[in-house]
């Protein structure tokens, strides 16, 4: 911990050089391209400085007291395509935009995976960017449910609250997520566990595909996606946005406001939002019971922006109570509730009543999950480069009561705290190369504080020590780096009683069931790619990198009964990190008519951890574990490694034609093979991994319908996912679900949506987002949702799974305020 704290001291070692500081003024013009008139409200933006500015009247704009340094620049307007430009800046320079009459992007800036904001087709990885259009336009429940249709990306769902990011086939800590600009720490290893993530929080997502361990560290196996929060407001400019949210299907009620500024160089934010829902339902289940939930947020930034460059503060509080889908139904197919005994001798379960079924509040089982985060983020001019140094708390609570006869009492609660750091320096750009070294890594400490355990308390720390390159000759970009690991676990003394609950060392009947252990492990990284322009329209990317993980909590040290899956799992704490070697190869086109791209990748993993069913050394059958009466005949399961090998592909497909401005025809497809090697058909394939999907939308665009609805859009769609018929047969099994099934069927889902903007003269009054998703109410259940697992006989036959949602209407209202104008 002292090393934390040491760490928190040396972004201030910095200050007493600030004073000095050059004063460098960026300045120019935003014109149309095609006309030549200026362009007033253009937002121009420095995404490594966090500064904006707009134009004025007369088109033109003034950044003044930067850092000097080599910066990406990106002007944004309405109607008009991104324009971005490197722009070098010292003392005074003049730099003039002129934008072209599009609605289409067609360079972006990304900064995940790299070290500064980059160019996005300078990036040898593929990285997917979902704009806030994109998550205004499309409903969802959560904030992985909203980008689950992205090609390459899919989410493990335990209902409508909680979805775990799958990327290219894998999960759990092999994603990153990144949220405020540091890797969100929560307890990803379970089953049914989700990030703890404000949507409405989120203006920006990046998806990188691919190992990204270079930056990141552990973990970052699979990919890593980045939640950016809204931009800095430029000088002189206050505004805020009220927003409302309803949907027909599960009575969804959600409801934000936010205000953000800047006023002499000090910016600021604050955002309070409540989301909650009934339970959902569909035309075979009815009202799924006990899938409701509320998530309450609240954040508040804070920041100072110098010509020495910019230091701010940032907090935010996440909440979310949300029910556990049991599944359990009479014969006649209705749902059953838990009935508190309380010795009147009645069934433990009885029919839910249709108050039940529509009541916002959840009932038991239930979770209640609590995250604090705390973000220092700073960048200093130091010489002609810059110091960046972020400093992180975190705090993640996550309760579960499930014990009827104590319903107040947490069975599972486990209390982490991680403390993050990241200290980088980054160099000027001379003859189109620039370079950044630094380290970064974490502290944890982990308690459990419920009844049941599974896992044992543990601190960890690691360090990161690494290297990333940038050289551009001619049309060639090449980027590469090295990196180098190395994480301490150390798993502590935990006592129990003989069915795993837990018991203080001095109670004479406990049992030591976790033994104190110390894992150390080390890993090495690398990256190297190239993104190579043909021509203006034509590109190529390549890459290959090495990324490393270092076993979790679960699969190094679990002695006891997962909850979430009512299974045995023991860990073992001598596993080896995973190491991964990826291949990654993306061809594409950006014209003014057509972008299309395909990526295709090659991803071998060796010492991948899996859990696997044991067999009983008496029967020769499956393993069993009694120890716990309220879960008898519990199949054990060990944590074990083999090598695996991920193959797969997406494809995007954009046609927009110049000469049709009001169409866009999108389609895309992906698929990905994940198969463990040297083992038995019945563990061959990788649980969860996500079955080929097929997506095509066609939207009509129309800037002016009448005088007041303004910047509006129709569109319909269609998505299709194939059956995955590779299936991790093992836990068909254990489940209840038998080995002669063998995966969720096909399903064929109709969506359509529209948009406007309601006008008043000139201002915008509200902006209106209407969704219809599956449309012809079609009864499925997705390969991705853990509900494929229950199991029921109604009607005297076998019933397996619940299924996801129905038809679902979405209605989205955005009132923007202006406080104040430059």
């Known amino acids: 911990m002292k090393k934390i704290y040491y760490l928190l001291f040396i972004p201030l070692l910095f200050v007493s050089f600030l004073s000095n500081a050059q004063r460098n003024v960026l300045s120019g013009m935003i014109t149309d391209k095609t006309t030549g008139k200026p362009l007033a409200g253009a937002t121009i933006y420095i995404e490594d400085l966090k500064i904006a500015a707009i134009s004025n009247n007369e088109g033109i704009y003034k950044i003044d007291e930067i850092p000097r340094g080599t910066y990406v620049v990106t002007?944004?307007?309405?109607?008009?395509?991104?324009?971005?430009?490197?722009?070098?800046?010292?003392?005074?320079?003049?730099?003039?935009?002129?934008?072209?009459?599009?609605?289409?992007?067609?360079?972006?800036?990304?900064?995940?995976?790299?070290?500064?904001?980059?160019?996005?087709?300078?990036?040898?990885q593929p990285i997917t960017i979902i704009p806030k259009s994109y998550l205004d336009e499309n409903a969802s429940t959560n904030i992985i449910d909203a980008i689950?249709?992205?090609?390459?990306?899919?989410?493990?769902?335990?209902?409508?609250?909680?979805?775990?990011?799958?990327?290219?086939?894998?999960?759990?800590?092999?994603?990153?997520?990144?949220?405020?600009?540091?890797?969100?720490?929560?307890?990803?290893?379970?089953?049914?566990?989700?990030?703890?993530v404000d949507p409405y929080s989120v203006d920006r997502i990046e998806i990188l595909k691919g190992p990204a361990s270079l930056v990141y560290g552990s973990d970052a196996i699979s990919g890593v996606i980045n939640f950016l929060p809204e931009e800095t407001m430029p000088e002189g400019q206050v505004k805020g946005d009220i927003t409302t949210a309803y949907q027909t299907n599960n009575g969804l009620i959600g409801t934000a406001g936010n205000i953000s500024g800047t006023l002499k160089g000090i910016s600021f934010s604050g955002r309070i939002d409540n989301t909650m829902a009934h339970a959902y339902q569909n035309k075979d289940d009815g009202y799924v019971l006990n899938s409701q939930f509320s998530n309450f947020n609240t954040d508040a930034t804070i920041g100072i922006h110098r010509k020495w460059g910019y230091s701010?503060?940032?907090?935010?509080?996440?909440?979310?109570?949300?029910?556990?889908?049991?599944?359990?139904?009479?014969?006649?197919?209705?749902?059953?509730?838990?009935?508190?005994?309380?010795?009147?001798?009645?069934?433990?379960?009885?029919e839910a009543t249709n108050q039940e079924l529509h009541s916002y509040t959840p009932f038991l089982i239930n979770q209640l999950v609590k995250h604090k985060k705390l973000v220092w983020d700073n960048s200093f001019e130091?010489?002609?480069?810059?110091?960046?140094?972020?400093?992180?708390?975190?705090?993640?609570?996550?309760?579960?009561?499930?014990?009827?006869?104590?319903?107040?009492?947490?069975?599972?609660?486990?209390?982490?705290?991680?403390?993050?750091?990241?200290?980088?320096?980054?160099?000027?750009?001379?003859?189109?190369?620039?370079?950044?070294?630094?380290?970064?890594?974490?502290?944890?400490?982990?308690?459990?504080?419920?009844?049941?355990?599974?896992?044992?308390?543990?601190?960890?720390?690691?360090?990161?020590?690494?290297?990333?390159?940038?050289?551009?000759?001619?049309?060639?970009?090449?980027?590469?780096?090295?990196?180098?690991?190395?994480?301490?676990?150390?798993?502590?003394?935990?006592?129990?009683?003989?069915t795993g609950n837990w018991l203080p060392v001095s109670d004479p009947n406990a049992i030591h069931k976790?033994?104190?252990?110390?894992?150390?492990?080390?890993?090495?990284?690398?990256?190297?790619?190239?993104?190579?322009?043909?021509?203006?329209?034509?590109?190529?990317?390549?890459?290959?990198?090495?990324?490393?993980?270092?076993?979790?909590?679960?699969?190094?040290?679990?002695?006891?009964?997962?909850?979430?899956?009512?299974?045995?799992?023991?860990?073992?704490?001598?596993?080896?990190?995973?190491?991964?070697?990826?291949?990654?190869?993306t061809p594409g086109i950006t014209s003014k008519n057509v972008t299309a791209e395909v990526s295709v990748f090659y991803n071998s993993i060796s010492n991948f951890i899996y859990a696997k069913g044991l067999n009983s050394l008496v029967s020769g059958g499956d393993s069993i574990n009694n120890s716990n009466p309220a879960f008898p005949n519990a199949p054990v399961?060990?944590?074990?490694?083999?090598?695996?090998?991920?193959?797969?592909?997406?494809?995007?497909?954009?046609?927009?034609?110049?000469?049709?401005?009001?169409?866009?025809?999108?389609?895309?497809?992906?698929?990905?093979?994940?198969?463990?090697?040297?083992?038995?058909?019945?563990?061959?394939?990788?649980?969860?991994?996500?079955?080929?999907?097929?997506?095509?939308?066609?939207?009509?665009?129309?800037?002016?319908?009448?005088?007041?609805?303004?910047?509006?859009?129709?569109?319909?769609?269609?998505?299709?996912?194939?059956?995955?018929?590779?299936?991790?047969?093992?836990?068909?099994?254990?489940?209840?679900?038998?080995?002669?099934?063998?995966?969720?069927?096909?399903?064929?889902?109709?969506?359509?949506?529209?948009?406007?903007?309601?006008?008043?003269?000139?201002?915008t009054v509200l902006s209106l987002?209407?969704?219809?998703?599956?449309?012809?109410?079609?009864?499925?259940?997705d390969y991705m949702s853990r509900f494929k697992y229950y199991t029921n006989v109604v009607n005297g036959v076998s019933q397996i799974g619940v299924h996801n949602m129905g038809r679902n209407i979405s209605f989205k209202i955005i009132v923007p305020i202006n406080f104040r104008k430059q």
């Open 637 to 763: 399961f060990l944590y074990d490694q083999t090598n695996a090998i991920l193959t797969g592909a997406e494809l995007m497909v954009d046609v927009h034609p110049s000469g049709l401005k009001w169409l866009d025809w999108y389609t895309a497809f992906s698929t990905v093979n994940a198969a463990l090697q040297n083992v038995p058909d019945s563990i061959k394939y990788i649980p969860f991994t996500p079955p080929a999907r097929l997506r095509s939308e066609i939207t009509i665009n129309c800037k002016k319908l009448n005088k007041v609805m303004r910047n509006a859009y129709f569109k319909v769609g269609v998505y299709y996912s194939f059956q995955q018929s590779n299936v991790y047969l093992q836990a068909n099994k254990y489940q209840g679900v038998g080995d002669s099934v063998h995966a969720t069927p096909a399903y064929t889902l109709l969506n359509a949506g529209f948009g406007t903007d309601i006008m008043d003269h000139k201002r």
């Open 75 to 124: 002007v944004r307007y309405i109607g008009y395509a991104l324009e971005t430009r490197i722009v070098k800046v010292n003392y005074r320079v003049d730099e003039n935009f002129s934008l072209s009459p599009t609605r289409y992007e067609q360079n972006e800036v990304v900064v995940t995976g790299n070290s500064i904001a980059t160019e996005l087709k300078n990036t040898p």
């Open 312 to 350: 701010q503060l940032h907090y935010s509080y996440f909440e979310l109570r949300t029910g556990i889908v049991e599944g359990i139904k009479d014969s006649t197919g209705a749902f059953m509730i838990q009935d508190n005994l309380n010795n009147t001798g009645q069934p433990p379960y009885r």
């Open 514 to 585: 976790f033994l104190a252990y110390t894992s150390n492990y080390n890993g090495v990284s690398a990256s190297l790619g190239g993104a190579y322009q043909f021509n203006k329209t034509t590109y190529l990317k390549a890459n290959i990198a090495k990324g490393f993980r270092a076993p979790n909590v679960a699969e190094s040290g679990s002695n006891g009964i997962h909850d979430g899956t009512v299974i045995y799992e023991i860990g073992q704490p001598n596993l080896k990190p995973e190491s991964s070697l990826e291949f990654d190869l």
């Open 148 to 196: 689950s249709k992205v090609p390459g990306v899919s989410g493990i769902t335990d209902g409508q609250s909680i979805a775990k990011p799958v990327i290219r086939g894998l999960g759990y800590n092999r994603v990153v997520t990144v949220n405020d600009g540091i890797r969100q720490e929560g307890q990803q290893w379970g089953d049914e566990f989700g990030i703890e």
């Open 382 to 498: 130091i010489g002609k480069g810059r110091i960046v140094a972020k400093l992180a708390w975190q705090q993640n609570s996550r309760q579960e009561n499930n014990d009827i006869n104590i319903p107040n009492t947490s069975n599972i609660w486990y209390f982490l705290n991680t403390y993050n750091y990241d200290f980088r320096y980054v160099s000027p750009t001379k003859n189109n190369f620039d370079f950044s070294v630094g380290i970064n890594g974490m502290s944890q400490n982990s308690q459990n504080r419920g009844t049941l355990l599974l896992i044992p308390e543990y601190s960890l720390f690691d360090l990161g020590a690494f290297a990333i390159a940038n050289k551009k000759i001619g049309k060639l970009n090449i980027s590469g780096g090295l990196r180098y690991d190395t994480r301490q676990f150390s798993g502590h003394n935990d006592y129990t009683d003989s």
């Open 769 to 781: 987002y209407i969704s219809l998703d599956n449309l012809t109410d079609v009864s499925y259940t």
